[in-house]
């Protein structure tokens, strides 16, 4: 967060002799005169507080030139994906004669499945790279740039800053996943026809319940990025540089993604966080299968618990000196 950012958040808080908090104590009312203390909820307060943090920090993060270009490359994937579908088959190919992510062979005949194809071509890495990168400098780039102190005086609170930073990484979670989603919905109805969906249990719906559909998997796509982003805040209150938390999120995001991929440790393979990614598909099946989708909800729900209480653990026992 900005210098401006921190002094108008101490300033509404009341921090300061202005505020009635600091300096001294005001002189008691007259004899008889009601008194006006205890007017103000402090529940309220501390409400209007944390909202306060958070659009800071939503600010913060989404103004970032950083943030930006990550969400710049998401964008320009699915496009790239459309145009050479369209390419392929402009001889009359199938598109998918050569491989590919999952979908890509029905994007010619419905280009709402273009959405699907880069949502799954998008998260085994690009995803969850940019969301290891704000996730990883949610904490230790505060602390990198001095910043860190200053949110503890404001006052923030350790666990409501904590709680914020998290906030933040999950909203931007659901932005990076929506921006992949409505860029392929635009491109693919640019590109391709637009109707009926054929799904993959071969029952046809209409547009609108495919679009529907579309919309519960980018969901489904950003809460499975959630205990990555535990993970990666975790890491974050580790090290007071920025660089190596994003570096260390993102290289052990590689490594599970290494280890899932290998048939001899398919014992611990199914409590690695992104083991169910791919799960989403089942919500193209009439009817929905649940199983994976539940495990999946699951494995990220422990994830976040887990590493959530850790990066509380650390955080409010940490000594902040930068």
């Known amino acids: 967060m900005s210098q401006a950012d921190l002094a108008g958040s101490a300033a509404g808080s009341g921090t300061g002799p202005a505020g009635g908090s600091g300096g001294g104590t005001a002189p008691d009312s007259a004899p ?40 710049g490359v998401l964008a320009v994937i699915p496009v790239l994906v459309g145009i050479a579908v369209k390419i ?79 906030a933040g990484t999950v909203v931007f979670c659901f932005a990076a996943t929506l921006v992949v989603a409505v860029f392929a919905l635009v491109t693919g109805a640019v590109l391709f026809p637009l109707g009926e969906v054929t799904l993959l249990s071969g029952t046809s719906v209409s547009f609108a319940e495919g679009l529907l559909r579309a919309l519960a998997i980018a969901a489904a796509v950003a809460v499975s990025l959630t205990g990555l982003a535990a993970l990666g805040l975790f890491i974050s209150t580790l090290t007071n540089s920025g660089i190596a938390a994003m570096a260390a999120t993102v290289g052990l995001l590689l490594m599970v993604q290494i280890v899932d991929t290998i048939p001899q440790l398919h014992a611990v393979q199914p409590y690695l966080f992104p083991h169910y990614w791919l799960s989403f598909a089942d919500l193209l099946r009439d009817p929905v299968y649940w199983d994976e989708i539940l495990r999946n909800l699951g494995l990220q729900a422990l994830y976040t618990a887990v590493f959530g209480s850790a990066a509380w653990a650390r955080f409010t026992s940490r000594d902040v000196t930068a």
């Open 32 to 71: 008889g005169a009601p008194s006006g203390r205890g007017t103000v909820p402090r529940g309220g307060t501390g409400r209007r507080r944390t909202s306060g943090l958070l659009r800071s920090e939503l600010l913060t993060t989404f103004r970032r030139w950083r943030t930006v270009a990550l969400l």
């Open 88 to 166: 392929e088959t402009a001889d009359g190919g199938s598109g998918g004669d050569g491989g590919g992510p999952a979908f890509i062979s029905q994007i010619t005949n419905n280009g709402l499945f273009l959405v699907f194809t880069s949502l799954a071509a998008t998260l085994p890495f690009f995803l969850p790279m940019t969301v290891g990168v704000i996730a990883g400098d949610s904490v230790a780039g505060e602390a990198n740039a001095g910043t860190l102190r200053y949110l503890l005086v404001a006052p923030a609170g350790r666990t409501r800053l904590l709680l914020v930073k998290f």
